[in-house]
T-cell receptor, first 113, second 116 residues
Framework: DAKTTQPNSMESNEEEPVHLPCNHS???????IHWYRQLPSQGPEYVIH???SNVNNRMASLAIAEDRKSSTLILHRATLRDAAVYYC??????????????FGAGTILRVKS | NAGVTQTPKFRILKIGQSMTLQCTQD?????MYWYRQDPGMGLKLIYY???????DKGEVPNGYNVSRSTTEDFPLRLELAAPSQTSVYFC???????????????FGPGTRLTVT
């Protein structure tokens, strides 16, 4: 499985934008870039995903580099409820891979009021 | 929809005991997964299933067994519990509509297991 590299932790002020980076230099053509987050004492939850183009949804934006070797999750206005571990994951879309996710250690996001 | 439910929420086992962690989803999802999460670490896949009657190993299957007799249920069996199996266990499911792949896995709230 392709691997991702994320900073161990980041800190943000409330109401400010947050840019969470992810490197995935060995990404293949069948890999989608997914972001999940895990709030304290909860299971992970889906945030956003993309293949080549930048993506927006109600939770966040995903900016993907042109060569796809890196991506950035953007939270436009961080709130205290966004404090969580954020995981950047490459998911192989081929059916034989069973839609599996391989989690790394993720980035711990701390939000200061 | 209740989504993915897991029971029990907490359990303490003695070394050598056995137990079954229950997982049920009411979203008619084809795919189901079991993960474990050790303190400060990311999740690791134990087993997964792409449909009733079909299961396959993940990264860390040793010491566990699974079965999938229905679409809804995917129990995880621990035989001869060991302290190394102390962890938080998450069940997840995802939907594969037709031949295309759904992008999102839905996770349950987890079962916190301690083996002493």
């Amino acid at each position: 499985d392709a691997k991702t590299t994320q900073p161990n932790s980041m800190e943000s002020n409330e109401e400010e934008p947050v840019h969470l980076p992810c490197n995935h230099s060995t990404i293949s053509g069948t890999d989608y870039i997914h972001w999940y987050r895990q709030l304290p004492s909860q299971g992970p939850e889906y945030v956003i995903h993309g293949l080549t183009s930048n993506v927006n949804n109600r939770m966040a934006s995903l900016a993907i580099a042109e060569d796809r070797k890196s991506s950035t999750l953007i939270l436009h206005r961080a709130t205290l409820r966004d404090a969580a571990v954020y995981y950047c994951i490459l998911r192989d879309v081929r059916v034989e891979y069973g839609n599996k996710l391989v989690f790394g250690a993720g980035t711990i996001l701390r939000v200061k009021s | 929809n209740a989504g993915v439910t897991q029971t029990p929420k907490f359990r303490i086992l003695k070394i050598g005991q056995s137990m079954t962690l229950q997982c049920t989803q009411d979203m008619n999802h084809n795919y189901m997964y079991w993960y474990r999460q050790d303190p400060g670490m990311g999740l690791k896949l134990i087993y997964y299933s792409v449909g009733a009657g079909i299961t396959d190993k993940g990264e860390v299957p040793n010491g566990y067994n699974v079965s999938r007799s229905t679409t809804e249920d995917f129990p995880l069996r621990l035989e001869l519990a060991a302290p190394s199996q102390t962890s938080v266990y998450f069940c997840a499911s995802s939907w594969v509509p037709g031949t295309s792949i759904s992008y999102e896995q839905y996770f349950g709230p987890g079962t916190r297991l301690t083996v002493t």
